[in-house]
């Protein structure tokens, strides 16, 4: 689960607790060609910045506040780069609750996890951002 450094070439940002969704989630990824790189709701926002990605994952199990930072950074992302924003995909439990009100995602994705679900998101985004 490498990253490349600064540049537009960077692809996908996982944020989320869990280490086990973060490697299910990475697989999936890599087994598309694309590099993935997971963080933790407090250390996202920095990634952001080092890795300008296409797309950011967001697993919304956490608690809200931890996201403050990294949706603050999600909001900046747009002026600061010529990249663009990244669109975001949020992993939530109930896909009719959606994601905590202040994660404003491109696409939401049920749990569990699985290829057929994430790969048709990573996919639209991915040609939706370049």
Excluded: F, Y
């Excluded at 407090?42 to 952001?48: F, H, P, V």
Aim: glycine share 8%.
């Amino acid at each position: 689960m490498a990253g490349k450094e600064a540049g537009c070439n960077a692809q996908v940002v996982v944020v989320g607790r869990s280490k086990v969704n973060c490697v299910v989630i990475s697989r999936i990824i890599e087994s598309m060609g694309l590099r993935a790189i997971c963080e933790q709701p407090g250390t996202a926002a920095s990634a952001l910045a080092r890795h300008v990605p296409k797309v950011v994952i967001l697993d919304t199990s956490a608690a809200d506040g931890d996201w403050n930072d990294m949706l603050s950074a999600l909001s900046k992302a747009d002026s600061n780069t010529t990249c663009g924003s990244p669109g975001v995909i949020a992993l939530v439990t109930d896909k009719n609750s959606g994601p905590p009100a202040r994660v404003v995602a491109d696409i939401v994705v049920a749990k569990p996890v699985t290829q057929d679900r994430l790969q048709p998101a990573i996919e639209s985004l991915m040609a939706r951002h370049g």
